[in-house]
Structure formats: C-alpha cells, structure tokens
C-alpha cells in the first residue's frame, strides 16, 4: 500500500432505518405541537359573545339610497340620439379652423370618388 492512500469509509448496506423513525417522529411530534398551539390561540382569541346581525339588517332604506328609479334613467337614449343626430348632420368642429363634418354616407361617397379618380 502507498503510504498517502486513506481508503473510502465503508457503505452502509441498509437504510438507517433507526434514524428515518427518529427523524419522522421528531416531525410528526412538531406537527401536533403547532396544530395545538393553533388550536389554542383559537380559543384564546374567540370571542366572548356573537356579534349578531345589525339592529337596522332587513329595514327598507328609502332615503339611504341615491339611485334613480331606472323608468327616469334616460341618459344614455339621449345620448346615442345625439351621436347618431351628428353622424347623418352637416356642422362645424371648429369654425375657426374650418373643421366642418358631415354625414358619413357623404365622407364614404368622397373617399370612393378619390379613390376611383386616383387609379390608372
């Protein structure tokens, strides 16, 4: 033998089965410890009495609420009557630039007249 050489240590032909239980029984013995403590906050912490529901729960709240009925709500008809009013109507954007529009059947009626001008 070289006087250098130090050979492996010797493997172990089975598991550590004596370890693997002590290390699974320390971890299921921690488990239970923090499932306890929980348990015991829980206890702890809870309250004395219920709160119950609020005295006013099922009362109708007439002036509570700021909602218009929806049979008045016209907003939005109105609205979409007045884009669409703009959108088949001739009228100024801004008079000062001289931005006007116009009904888009037109604009469609101009730009397919460029554009048939335009081809060779």
Do not use: C, K
């Not at 009495?49 to 700021?66: I, K, M, Q």
């Not at 016209?74 to 884009?83: F, I, K």
């Not at 703009?86 to 009904?103: E, F, K």
């Amino acid at each position: 033998m070289s006087t250098g050489f130090t050979p492996p240590p010797p493997e172990h032909q089975q598991l550590p089965v004596r370890r693997l239980a002590v290390v699974g029984a320390a971890w299921l013995v921690l488990v239970v410890a923090a499932l306890l403590v929980v348990r015991w906050g829980e206890w702890w912490y809870a309250p004395v009495t219920s709160a119950g529901f609020p005295p006013a729960l099922g009362a109708p709240e007439v002036a509570d609420v700021n909602q218009r009925p929806f049979a008045l709500e016209d907003g939005a008809p109105r609205l979409r009557d007045a884009q669409q009013a703009r959108l088949r109507t001739y009228g100024w954007v801004d008079r000062d630039a001289g931005v006007i529009h116009l009904p888009v059947e037109r604009a469609m009626e101009q730009v397919l007249s460029a554009e048939e001008g335009a081809r060779p």
